[in-house]
């Protein structure tokens, strides 16, 4: 496959050629093993298909300035895996096992990995294949963990444009206890709600904002920011605890932004908007800025319906720290080779 194959298909649509693959079997992991990406033989019984025992990570490699391959807050991200796994009574796979598994892809595909400002995303994914039709109540008593790779440019079709997003008043993005796994349900949960606000309104995502909470998109986490404050509604378990989430604050505090973590409305919002910035968060979104928020049939500009310029340096100062052109100064690199 060539390096540049991602430039023409969307996000996620390629692959590399080999995946790691671990079966568990009641009991234990069995020592991983590299196999090429293709159809996977499962039982159509399989726990997975009926009960959803799915759950999966997203996470990025990057090829740094001299050529080095750079994995972004890799212990991160196998922590809300082993996390999500256990929401899902699925078998935790050990840090030691994960990373393991992930490194060895990384660097099976080595040549396959795009130049910045693409990459190569990483999906540990982790299934419950008991062929049990009967066990609706009961945990797979197997389980397949394997890591895909796929080189990746934006998750947003047409590069850095200001996002249309259609806020969601009512119905959440999940349960309030199940938002922070990930898990293909809560994604299966908002996928009607994003259709229609994409047929409807050409939006490129809902914001869920239930009995007006402000929570998070059907992709990615959602910031509101101007040229001193960063607001984002604090970590619980009805959303997604973002890895790009977290590092953007981190980063926000680092260039002298007040970073401020609480519930807010979204008339707040709104207002907020008028004279400030919105962006969505995430691992394939990166910082996306919005341009446009929908709510109630009226379209509100944000940003002057621009990319706002705090979105835009937030996301190069992530960007530049992912590929190594500023210091990993809290230590959320692995560089492998
Ligand atoms: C990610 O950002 O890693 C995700 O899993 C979001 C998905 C919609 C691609």
Redesign the pocket.
Known sequence: MSAAAHETAP??AVFTEKLSMSRWDGERFEEPHLEPVGPIPIHPAAHVLHYSSSV?????AHRGIGGELRLFRLDRHIERMQQSARLLYLPAPDKELLERMIIEVVLEARDAIPQPPGSL?L?PTLIGTEANIGAAAAPSKEALLYVLASPVGD?FSGAIRPLKVVVESHRPRSTPSFGMA?TGAN?AAALGLIMEAKHTHAADQVLFAPGGDVQET???NFILLDDRRVLTKPLDPSFLP?V?RDSVLVIARDLGYEVIERDFTIEEMLEFAESGEAALS????VLAGVGTILHEGRAHQVGGGHVGPNTLRLRAALTALQTGSTPDTHGWIRTIG
């Open positions: 996000f996620g999966f990570e997203g996470l990025k995303y999906r998750y990930k994604y059907g992709a990615a973002g790009t995430g691992t394939a979104a």
